[in-house]
């Protein structure tokens, strides 16, 4: 009978993950402090032999392979035969990233890395037996593919500047370009996700960059030994044999353990929680509409209907709460992998940078989760390059030698704040501010702190001194600022000259639901979001004043452009309501016909129902079942024109 | 239906021997450790055990030993699920009293004729 195991292999995979995740954390630690229990250690070789056993049995010859030596290695750890030197850490985090590499060919169905897990394999054993602890550095050849939305001069300009950031880690041998995409072959010892994060530097939105490694032949199968068993009854074993070795590790203690809560989850598709999410937004808009028709219920002739109704809409509220929660994650699990990049940087620039996570506990929604990745990456690259002086700066400085960076995450008033300190030298203001002027930016006279600092992600601004691989580039803070505006986020900056820098990043809990504020444009109700809500002001037609056709208002001690939404409210004499909106440093006032209510509503995204429309960032559908459109504060702040033609229109 | 017991620390190989062995008929009760293992012994026997050797908290040695201290497992077939078929584990399984080994990874199918050998 011919058994199907392929079956397993998604759990499979998912089990490597986090043994590969409990072999870096591991690691790390050990490379901050290697003074670890036997307890660790033991753990440490488990997840190693764990992942050996189950590739075996399931046919992931490579893995078992290439986990085999690196169990060998955690062996000889924990046996105490070699001592956790910074040697063995960095062998053990290379084979992590290998094998890390090699599941994800594995989950996609792409060949291994032969020669990769071949390097793999002679340095770990190398490292072991302490024969020659350094393997040759392995350089593999990506192909960089990159095709972008410029033209002409612009586009030479940005092809020129990805050659220049390839150029400075590694060797650019051939190049082709066909007008349309622009190829690359480039040789060098960094991983393509590496080279990929570099090139973020160098591009923004109008850029698709795609690096891979270049087609190696296939490995060849080798088939692993053929299974075997015995029984004792049968068997030729004399008691003679050696006794079992004195391990590092005690008798196996019946200790209980926290961290396995196996037995009390499971693992379920996110296409299952988002599928969830999609009814219970349904259920949401029925719930309005059904309301809406009882209102107009006598409320003591149905008198228990009408609270009948009420307990539903409380137990719908309860369950979008619930059936939110479990997309919802803990920041933790994204940063504990900044420890691992942290140190990396650190050492490339010759530093010394202890990092702190505080309030890993704090939950986000997993989308969200995902995409501060990126920014977040950005800033504590930044913070190490530009923020922490060299120890000798340091020492100079009255500091301790080593820096610190600290990752903070707390939930605050319906947002999720994730603050990056450092307690490094600090922007220079003044040095902003000669750039800013230097880069034709209006300061006001006695600028704030937030006015100077917010140039800093103005595109195209750096103060960088020098360009390093690492940032500086003039590209960077403009696309974290760019990349957060687009889930609803924001980040802002204080900084103490000599004391340090924290960049505060303030999010939305989720991005499925909006606390919106609907109003009456001509015939159509639109959702503004409330957060970018200032307040609201009545205006009557001698308020409003023009100066170069463009309508304003004078507002507390300056002025206020004025967005007109429709005709009427241009036209009429009668009062206005202006709602002030603001977004980062832009201000305006909306002038709508009335304010309708305030509702939780369900975001639909238009690019996914319909397409990418200017000046709104989705759609609802109201109680009433009518389609309401969500507009984008940003995208009307920022549009330029600050008239009647630039404001979306109701149609 | 002849019930074996099954104790791995990786829920995959769990699931895998799980499946295989109730593919064949038999009923299976799953442990995840050693620690696990006995709890369950403690309720109830089984016909068979099959045990993989390196777990948190209790180890396949560990496990065995045990089990052969209570009268009720005194004969009953323990197989040792092992990455390695060396003298010293040879040793030491023989010392606990273990019924036979099995090297990872084996195939479903010897498994499943190993099993059979054993209980039918």
């Known amino acids: 009978m011919p058994i199907d195991i392929s079956r397993f292999h998604e759990s499979f995979f998912d089990e490597v993950a986090?043994?590969?995740?409990?072999?870096?954390?591991?690691?790390?630690?050990?490379?901050?402090?290697?003074?670890?229990?036997?307890?660790?250690?033991?753990?440490?070789?488990?997840?190693?032999?764990?992942?050996?056993?189950?590739?075996?049995?399931?046919?992931?010859?490579?893995?078992?392979?290439?986990?085999?030596?690196?169990?060998?290695?955690?062996?000889?750890?924990?046996?105490?035969?070699?001592?956790?030197?910074?040697?063995?850490?960095?062998?053990?985090?290379?084979?992590?990233?290998?094998?890390?590499?090699?599941?994800?060919?594995?989950?996609?169905?792409?060949?291994?890395?032969?020669?990769?897990?071949?390097?793999?394999?002679?340095?770990?054993?190398?490292?072991?037996?302490?024969?020659?602890a350094r393997a040759p550095v392995r350089e593999r050849r990506l192909i960089v593919r990159v095709r972008t939305a410029r033209r002409d001069h612009e586009r030479a300009a940005t092809l020129a500047s990805i050659r220049d950031a390839l150029g400075a880690i590694a060797r650019v041998e051939e190049i082709a370009d066909d007008g349309e995409t622009w190829r690359a072959s480039v040789v060098g010892a960094h991983a393509a996700e590496r080279l990929r994060?570099?090139?973020?530097?160098?591009?923004?939105?109008?850029?698709?960059?795609?690096?891979?490694?270049?087609?190696?032949?296939?490995?060849?199968?080798?088939?692993?030994?053929?299974?075997?068993?015995?029984?004792?009854?049968?068997?030729?074993?004399?008691?003679?044999?050696?006794?079992?070795?004195?391990?590092?590790?005690?008798?196996?203690?019946?200790?209980?353990?926290?961290?396995?809560?196996?037995?009390?989850?499971?693992?379920?598709?996110?296409?299952?929680?988002?599928?969830?999410?999609?009814?219970?937004?349904?259920?949401?808009?029925?719930?309005?509409?059904?309301?809406?028709?009882?209102?107009?219920?006598?409320?003591?002739?149905?008198?228990?209907?009408?609270?009948?109704?009420?307990?539903?809409?409380?137990?719908?509220?309860?369950?979008?709460?619930?059936?939110?929660?479990?997309?919802?994650?803990?920041?933790?699990?994204?940063?504990?992998?900044?420890?691992?990049?942290?140190?990396?940087?650190?050492?490339d620039l010759g530093k010394s940078v202890t990092l702190q996570t505080g309030g890993d506990d704090t939950e986000l929604d997993k989308g969200l989760l995902e995409s501060v990745i990126d920014p977040l990456t950005h800033l504590v690259r930044n913070a190490i390059d530009h923020g922490i002086e060299s120890p000798d700066e340091r020492i100079a400085a009255g500091k301790p030698a080593a820096g610190t960076i600290a990752l903070r995450a707390y939930e605050r008033s319906g947002n999720v704040y994730i603050e990056i300190a450092d307690d490094g030298r600090g922007i220079d203001r003044d040095r902003v501010m000669a750039r800013a002027r230097d880069a034709g930016i209006a300061l006001s006279d006695d600028p704030s702190d937030d006015e100077i600092f917010g140039c800093i992600f103005l595109p195209g601004f750096s103060t960088a001194a020098s360009v390093t691989e690492l940032s500086g580039r003039g590209v960077g803070m403009d696309v974290v600022r760019?990349?957060?505006?687009?889930?609803?986020?924001h980040v802002d900056v204080e900084s103490a000259a000599g004391a340090g820098t924290t960049i505060r990043l303030r999010l939305p809990?989720?991005?499925?639901?909006?606390?919106?504020?609907?109003?009456?444009?001509?015939?159509?109700?639109?959702?503004?979001?409330?957060a970018s809500v200032r307040e609201s002001i009545v205006l009557s037609a001698s308020d409003v004043h023009v100066a170069a056709d463009r309508p304003f208002i004078a507002y507390r001690d300056t002025t206020l452009p004025l967005i007109f939404m429709s005709d009427d409210a241009r036209t009429s004499d009668g009062e206005h309501v202006a709602l002030v909106v603001e977004h980062d440093r832009l201000a305006g006032g909306l002038v709508v016909d009335a304010i309708e209510g305030q509702h939780q509503v369900v975001i639909k995204s238009l690019e996914a129902n319909f397409r990418r429309v200017e000046g709104y960032s989705g759609a609802t559908v109201l109680g009433n079942g009518r389609v309401a459109l969500i507009l984008d504060v940003n995208a009307i702040l920022t549009s330029g024109s600050f008239g009647h033609e630039a404001v979306p229109k109701a149609s | 239906m002849k019930t074996i017991l099954t104790v791995d620390d990786s829920p995959s190989v769990r699931q895998m021997v799980s499946y295989t062995v109730r593919s064949a008929g038999y009923d299976v009760i799953e442990a995840k450790d050693g620690a696990e293992a006995l709890e369950l012994a403690q309720g109830r026997s089984f016909d068979m055990v099959l045990t993989d050797q390196n777990m948190p908290r209790l180890d396949g040695f560990g496990l065995i030993g045990q089990l052969r201290n209570d009268p009720r497992f005194s004969a009953t077939p323990i197989i040792m699920l092992t990455t390695e078929a060396s003298d010293e584990m040879k040793a030491r399984g023989k010392a606990v009293r273990a019924t036979g080994w099995m090297v990872k990874p084996f195939d479903p199918d010897t498994l499943l004729a190993v099993i059979q050998r054993l209980i039918g």
Not at chain 1, 120 to 129: N, P
Not at chain 1, 303 to 328: F, H, K
Not at chain 1, 482 to 489: D, K, Q, T, V
Not at chain 1, 509 to 530: C, F, H, K, N, Y
């Open chain 1, 18 to 132: 986090e043994h590969l995740a409990t072999i870096e954390r591991i690691a790390l630690a050990l490379d901050a402090d290697p003074h670890a229990d036997a307890e660790t250690y033991d753990e440490l070789f488990r997840a190693a032999h764990s992942i050996k056993g189950a590739s075996g049995i399931f046919g992931f010859a490579e893995m078992a392979e290439a986990t085999h030596a690196l169990e060998a290695l955690l062996d000889a750890l924990r046996n105490g035969a070699i001592e956790p030197t910074s040697d063995v850490i960095a062998a053990i985090l290379e084979a992590h990233d290998e094998l890390r590499a090699l599941l994800a060919a594995y989950r996609s169905h792409e060949p291994a890395n032969a020669d990769a897990l071949h390097h793999l394999r002679v340095r770990l054993e190398a490292t072991r037996t302490g024969a020659n």
């Open chain 1, 197 to 347: 994060e570099i090139l973020l530097f160098a591009t923004d939105d109008h850029d698709r960059v795609d690096v891979e490694e270049a087609a190696e032949a296939a490995p060849e199968p080798k088939p692993l030994d053929a299974s075997a068993f015995g029984f004792f009854d049968d068997d030729e074993t004399a008691a003679t044999t050696a006794p079992p070795t004195e391990h590092r590790s005690t008798a196996p203690t019946a200790r209980a353990r926290g961290e396995n809560a196996e037995g009390s989850s499971i693992r379920v598709d996110v296409k299952k929680v988002d599928q969830l999410i999609d009814l219970v937004g349904e259920m949401l808009i029925a719930q309005a509409a059904l309301q809406s028709s009882l209102a107009e219920l006598d409320e003591v002739r149905h008198q228990e209907l009408l609270s009948a109704a009420e307990r539903l809409s409380r137990y719908t509220r309860d369950v979008r709460e619930a059936v939110m929660g479990v997309r919802m994650l803990p920041i933790g699990s994204i940063f504990a992998r900044f420890h691992r990049l942290v140190r990396d940087t650190a050492r």
């Open chain 1, 482 to 489: 760019r990349n957060l505006a687009a889930i609803g986020g």
């Open chain 1, 509 to 530: 809990l989720t991005l499925a639901i909006l606390d919106g504020l609907s109003v009456r444009v001509g015939d159509e109700t639109m959702i503004l979001p409330i």
